[in-house]
C-alpha cells in the first residue's frame, strides 16, 4: 500500500514579494531564504530546505502542492496506481526534481484543476537551524504532520474524494452547517497522518485554487504575538479567534498579501480512528473582513 505520508510543500505565485516578505517572516515568523534566483524565494519552517516557495509570477494564488512519499518503491508503486486509474501523470526530469530540492517527482493535476506533486526525499539542510524571521517562543508543528492544511478549490467534491483516497488519504464530511439560504454546507476533510486534516473542500465555489493554509505554532503565545501584530497593522481578519470543532485548534484567518487567508492556530488535536460531525465551533471564529470565500457560521 503505498500512500502519502504529508502534504510537505507548496509554490504560490505571488505578486509582491517584499510585502510577502514583511508578512511570512515579520509577523508569522517564518524564516526567508533568498538564493538570488531573481523569481522566487523559499520561506523555510523547520529543516527542510524550504516548506514555502514564492515565485514573482503576479497570479496570486497557489501554483502547486507537493505530497511526499516514503521512497523511491512508493512513489513507482503510487505512479503505477495513479496510471491505473486513468490519472495522467507525468514523471518529472531531474532537472524538474532539483527545482523542487527533491529527488524524484510526479506530476498531475486534482480533479479541481489544483497542480499536485508527489516526491520523495526532500532536501533537509539538518547543517543549519532554523532561524525564524522573528522572536519565536517555540517552533511550528511540521514533522511527520506536514506544513498544515489547505482548503482546495472542488467543484466536483465527489471526484475530490476519491482522488484523495486513491493517495492514501480519509475523512469525511465534518460539519453540517446551515446556511441562511436554507441550504446545508457539508465541508469534506481529508487527513494523511496524525494531522487532524491536510486537506479539505466542499464549501461552495472559489475565486482562487486555495481559500487558506493552516500552519500551526507548538506555543499559544506565538499565536499571540502574530495576533497583536495583524490587529496592530489592520490586517483583514476573516474569521475572528475561535476553536474549531474538529481539529480543536485555536486559530485566527488573516488576509496575506495575495488576497487569500492563513490561518494560524496552535493546540490542534490528533486525527481520530473514527469519524465525527459537528453542527458548529466549539466558540469564536466570528465573520469580521468578507470577500475571503469565508463568510460561512461558524458560532
Ligand atoms: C478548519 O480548519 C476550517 O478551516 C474550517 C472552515 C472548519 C473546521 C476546521
Ligand atoms: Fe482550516
Not at 512519499?69 to 496510471?83: D, F, N, R, S, Y
Not at 547543517?127 to 517562543?137: D, I, L, V
Amino acid at each position: 500500500m503505498s500512500c502519502v505520508t504529508e502534504l510537505g510543500y507548496l509554490g504560490l505565485s505571488v505578486s509582491n514579494l517584499n510585502a510577502w516578505k514583511d508578512y511570512a517572516a515579520g509577523i508569522v515568523g517564518m524564516e526567508v531564504v533568498d538564493e538570488g534566483e531573481g523569481d522566487r524565494i523559499y520561506l523555510r519552517m523547520d529543516r527542510w530546505h524550504h516548506r514555502i516557495a514564492l515565485h514573482a509570477n503576479g497570479e496570486d494564488d497557489l501554483a502547486y502542492l507537493g505530497w511526499r512519499v516514503a521512497g523511491p518503491v512508493e512513489l513507482e508503486e503510487i505512479t503505477q496506481k495513479l496510471k491505473a486509474a486513468n490519472i495522467d501523470v507525468k514523471v518529472a526530469s531531474d532537472e524538474e526534481a532539483a527545482e523542487r530540492r527533491v529527488l524524484g517527482l510526479i506530476k498531475m493535476t486534482d480533479p479541481g484543476g489544483n497542480p499536485t506533486e508527489i516526491f520523495y526525499a526532500p532536501q533537509v539542510d539538518t547543517h543549519k537551524p532554523f532561524h525564524p524571521g522573528r522572536p519565536m517562543f517555540g517552533r511550528f508543528v511540521t514533522g511527520n504532520e506536514g506544513i498544515g492544511h489547505l482548503i482546495l478549490r472542488q467543484d466536483d467534491v465527489p471526484a475530490a474524494v476519491r482522488f484523495y483516497q486513491l493517495l492514501g488519504l480519509r475523512g469525511s464530511v465534518e460539519y453540517r452547517l446551515p446556511l441562511p439560504n436554507g441550504m446545508v454546507a457539508t465541508p469534506y476533510f481529508m487527513h494523511a497522518n496524525e494531522r487532524q486534516h491536510s486537506v479539505a473542500f466542499g464549501l461552495g465555489p472559489m475565486a482562487k485554487r486555495i481559500n487558506h493554509l493552516m500552519i500551526e505554532y507548538t506555543e499559544l503565545d506565538d499565536l499571540g504575538l502574530a495576533h497583536d501584530m495583524i490587529r496592530e497593522r489592520q490586517i483583514d481578519v476573516a474569521l475572528q479567534l475561535g476553536k474549531h470543532a474538529n481539529d480543536e485548534a485555536l486559530t485566527v484567518y488573516c488576509g496575506n498579501p495575495s488576497g487569500w487567508l492563513w490561518e494560524l492556530g496552535w493546540g490542534a488535536r490528533k486525527a481520530s480512528a473514527q469519524q465525527e460531525h459537528y453542527t458548529r465551533d466549539i466558540f469564536g471564529h466570528g465573520n469580521e473582513a468578507s470577500g475571503y470565500g469565508m463568510d460561512i457560521e461558524l458560532g
